[in-house]
Nanobody, 120 residues
Framework: QVQLVESGGGWVQPGGSLRLSCAASGDFLSIGRMGWYRQAPGKDRDLVAV???????TYVESVKGRFAISRDNAKNNVSLEMNDLMPEDTAVYSC??????????????WGEGTLVTVSS
């Protein structure tokens, strides 16, 4: 099993900033891509940003230039720095990790999520 624990959500006014962090732990051989998804009320869960083990980053168009993803491979952590937040960024943000489990099988895991609310 793999556990992903997020932290850093909360309420912020438009134009503000928040930093989300996620720590992966459990029984696995290695972690590949890590990233963040979000689900707004009444909508599907969508990819926000993903980062490879080599540091290649991919962002959804709506957050480019405002959000920055980073990771610490030694600590199995991934973070998301969110700046210039807008009301449409309001969502539950979930950490993602693609791992090779103890049996050598690729598996995808998501955390329980942390709520980000952007409003005045």
């Amino acid at each position: 099993q793999v556990q992903l624990v997020e932290s850093g959500g909360g309420w912020v006014q438009p134009g503000g900033s928040l930093r989300l962090s996620c720590a992966a732990s459990g029984d696995f051989l290695s972690i590949g891509r890590m990233g963040w998804y979000r689900q707004a009320p009444g909508k599907d869960r969508d990819l926000v940003a993903v980062i490879s083990t080599g540091g290649i980053k991919t962002y959804v168009e709506s957050v480019k230039g405002r959000f920055a993803i980073s990771r610490d491979n030694a600590k199995n952590n991934v973070s998301l720095e969110m700046n210039d937040l807008m009301p449409e960024d309001t969502a539950v943000y979930s950490c993602y990790a693609g791992v090779i489990n103890s049996r050598g099988r690729p598996m995808d895991y998501w955390g329980e999520g942390t709520l980000v609310t952007v409003s005045s």
